[in-house]
Every structure is written in structure tokens, then in C-alpha cells.
């Protein structure tokens, strides 16, 4: 025979696991989101990233690579700044592969919140032209609107990047006033 402490202890267990099952159209989306964006991350590699763009990336969509609009960064990373379209998605990873080895590509966070997406990790690059490593830390928000991404941005440490191809040469830095100039880069 059930007594009321017993009823009323099975309907709090229903109810928790009814509210456990519900997912609400905002998780939905979220989850949504991140699975778009982790789908595409998984499909950079030069024989997979023309038809994951095609497939994940809005025909409008935008690629802020670095930075917004940095000519003298385009001459040493020529996908950096803004731009648009699939093909942004697809020919910024494709010209990573002809400029470094990938070492390592590590995500260590995730988080989705309806159509934002924003992911942290860190990678290991080795350049091919001068055989020098870095890592840096890395940061992507993206914008997933429909099932496909609309807006990613990249940023990682673009001083290791582009130093990554340095033959020689430094630079003679003044930052505050009163602090004495000092030189960075090998000579």
C-alpha cells in the first residue's frame, strides 16, 4: 500500500526527471550552435574544408581572421582581416597548410548560448619555410543562424605567428615615455 510520503516523494522524482528530459528551444539552439561550429573545426584539413565550408558556412558569411584590416599583417598572413563567403572559411585553412605543420590543436573550452559560439584553446605550429615552432592560445566567436555559421572570428597570438617566419632582423621598441627604448627579434 503506498502512503502519501511515498506518493509524494515518486511525483518530486517524476517531475525532476520531466524537467531533466525538457529541453528548451534555447538549449536546442545552443547545442545547435556549437555542434555546427565543432563540425566544421573537425573538417579543417585540406582534403575536408572546401565542402565543410560549402556546407556549414552562410553564402554572406564572415570571416574576421585577426584582426579587421591590417595590410602590413596581410603581407605576411594573407588571409588575415575580413572577409566573405565559404570561400573565406575554406581558403584561410588551406593556406594555414602551406605555411605551417600543425602540431597540436587543443580545445579546452566550449560555450554556446542560442546562436553564439564561443571557443578556447591553444595550438602548436611549426613553419615550413624556417622550421620555427610557437603555440599560442586562440579564441573563435562565431554566429550560427539557420544550421549554418554567419560570423567566426579567429584570433590567436599574432606577434608568435608572424614571428614564426622571422629570418633576422629587430626592432627597436619606445613604449611609455619614461621607460628606455629596447630592442625585440634576433638580430
Given amino acids: 500500500m503506498n502512503t502519501f510520503p511515498q506518493i509524494k516523494s515518486l511525483v518530486a522524482a517524476l517531475t525532476l526527471g520531466a ?28 582534403d575536408k574544408v572546401e565542402a565543410a565550408a560549402q556546407r556549414l558556412a552562410a553564402p554572406d558569411a564572415t570571416y574576421v581572421s585577426l584582426n579587421f584590416d591590417n595590410p602590413e599583417l596581410r603581407k605576411i598572413l594573407p588571409w588575415t582581416g575580413t572577409n566573405k563567403g565559404p570561400k573565406a572559411f575554406s581558403s584561410l585553412f588551406l593556406q594555414l597548410a602551406d605555411y605551417w605543420k600543425t602540431e597540436d590543436f587543443t580545445i579546452t573550452t566550449e560555450i554556446a548560448s542560442g546562436e553564439d559560439v564561443a571557443i578556447f584553446g591553444s595550438f602548436t605550429y611549426r613553419s615550413l619555410t624556417v622550421d620555427q615552432v610557437f603555440t599560442s592560445p586562440f579564441s573563435i566567436h562565431a554566429k550560427v543562424r539557420d544550421g549554418k555559421m554567419i ?16 629570418q633576422s632582423g629587430s626592432w627597436t621598441m619606445k613604449t611609455p615615455a619614461n621607460a628606455a627604448p629596447f630592442k625585440v627579434g634576433a638580430e
Fill in 151 to 166: 560570423y567566426f572570428q579567429f584570433m590567436e597570438d599574432t606577434y608568435a605567428s608572424a614571428s614564426s617566419f622571422r
Fill in 19 to 46: 524537467s531533466i528530459l525538457i529541453v528548451t528551444p534555447a538549449a536546442a539552439q545552443s547545442a545547435a550552435s556549437l555542434s555546427v561550429v565543432m563540425e566544421f573545426l573537425a573538417n579543417t584539413a585540406p
